[in-house]
């Protein structure tokens, strides 16, 4: 990345504010503010991923668990012992860190292959565990009535959408610049190396398996935020959410995108919430479509969207710049 | 804890071998595919649906005959798996691992999707092979169907054996599995390798299917479990090594059995999560599996 004056690097940010703020007003409709604010769930989680594949080189199919334990510990907490969301939240999220902590340690030392492996048996555990909650929440289905956020005595449930959508988008926001701030650390140069060649940073004195399991740790707190936040949005979970599909469909927002590229991370969480939405055009053949797009675009664009247009931008650039083509041509 | 009567105990490990020799079967499509291209076929579970949908279809549809319809359908299910890898594989060259993971998950979500408006959401009946009164085996009783389940489960273990052993195209692809460099020096065409490869694999897979739709309920996404068990299989027995995904699947399918058998009253949910803990339990200890020797 190259080093950018300070006020030119926070002009994407301040864009994507700006479009985010106009977004809900210039819409007005409240089933799409309201897949704006899943949108904004989904971003937490997969800018946390894409640090841990496009940064740190290490893959995930298990996120969806730590989404779910999220959101079923804070749900749980809240309903079953009382404690007011906001404090549920907090120790839903220290929770979830502690158990991206210990499966960490041993699943990180697995490569390639077998640490997907890995972490899809993790997650497809969670899920099960998840599946078999009745005893604990006394409904079948999932959970129900978990309380939702209050503020200064207005209550974030889901009458009050445009609530919703500002919360999930002003932490989904702090956290895309925290994110960025780390990538231009000294940890994120760290977690470049990494990805690099894990033999030519561990040379270079980086404690490969410490910032390994840190930056695992950050996205599942990613994923843990994003979890309690939609636990007292929807005030009810169930199961189905939290499984291989979504954690699939999590890598997949990453790799759209464009692994390596934040941005890229927020244009991929975008399509692919939104594209189920629009396939319903096609009815009964959604899924269908949905399979072949996946398909298409990993076979047409293996660098994501973001790369793909960069590189498209370049070519075009290049053609209707009269200097760069007298090169070519001499 | 409950403890099960012996009966009982016989009862579990044969539905265990039954289901075990699914996943084993699901678990060699797994290993020839990885073998061949390093590549891990989310969509074999894809397959086993295909195969088992389309015969009944051939079967009850069509009123074709029972045999006339496996074979056709396995046909059918072979050439899906030939246009999957000229359609979806072969293009990519030098994809990394996640790419290739997101294809392969894309096309079994394309089977599936494909599946749901042609044979709708609930399961389908599908006649068993033979029809019968259940064998009596240390006083547990046996299906007819089981046994048509581990019968045909032998025969393919067995088929893709001698395939792999004794014909020409099995040994190139032996060939390739184990140094694809040095296959393609040898004058082995290691693209067409690739392509028999998914051929065996989608066909293997088809079988399995076919087997148990008269067993399990045969619907779309009956391939998904299937497919995530069996690949929990290969890794036990080490990703590659096509004995031990065949002894993975078997384990797996008794050890989840049993642990159902001796659950308390109420726990029995959990079998699902058997398969996944042994695989965590696995990449944690020993990732080259049972049989594996170290990774390549």
Redesign the interface.
Known sequence: MIKDSSYKKHIPTVILAIILIIYPFASGNNYHINVMTLVGLYTMIVVGLNLL?GYAGQ?S?GHAGFFGIGAYCSGLLNVKMGLPPWISAIIAIIFTAGIAYFIGI??LK?K???L???T???G??VH??L??MD?LTDNPDGLADIKPFGLFGIKFDSSFVMGQYFMAWIIAVAILVISMNITNSRVGRAFKAIHGSETAASSMGVNIAKYKVQVFVLSAVYAAVAGCLYAHFRQFIAPSIFQ?HTS?TL??MV?IGG?GNIWGAVLGTVLLTWLPEWLTVAE????????????VV??FM?DGLVGRLTTLFHRLWSRFSPRTQAEENG | MQFPTFQQLIQHIIYGITVGGIYALVAMGFTIIYNAT?V?NFAQGGFVMLGAMIMVSLNTTLNLPMPLAFFLSILIVTAIGIIFERA?IN??KN?????L???T??????????A??IWGQDPIYAKPFSSGDPVSFLGAKISLQQLWVLGITAVIVVAVQLFYKYTIIGKAMRATAINRTAARLMGINVRLMVLCSFALSAAVGAGAGMAIAPVAHASYDMGSMLG?KG??AA?LGG?GNGVGAVVGGFTIGIIERLAIGFAPL??S??K??VA??I??VI??LK?SGLFGTS?K
């Open positions: 594949m893959i199919l041993p699943t697995l390639g292959h077998y997907a492996m890995a899809l048996g993790f497809e555990v099960v565990i599946s078999k005893w291989l699939i890598v997949t790799v692994q009964e053949y959604d899924i269908m479509f949905y399979g072949i797009l996946l398909m990993m076979i293996p | 390093d891990i979806a293009p990519v994809a990394s691992v996640i790419t993971i997101i294809i998950v894309g096309a079994s979500i394309f089977f599936s999707g494909i749901l408006p995530l690949f929990c890794v990703l109420g726990y949910g959990y699902d999560a996944f803990i695989l965590l990449l944690f990732p990774q």
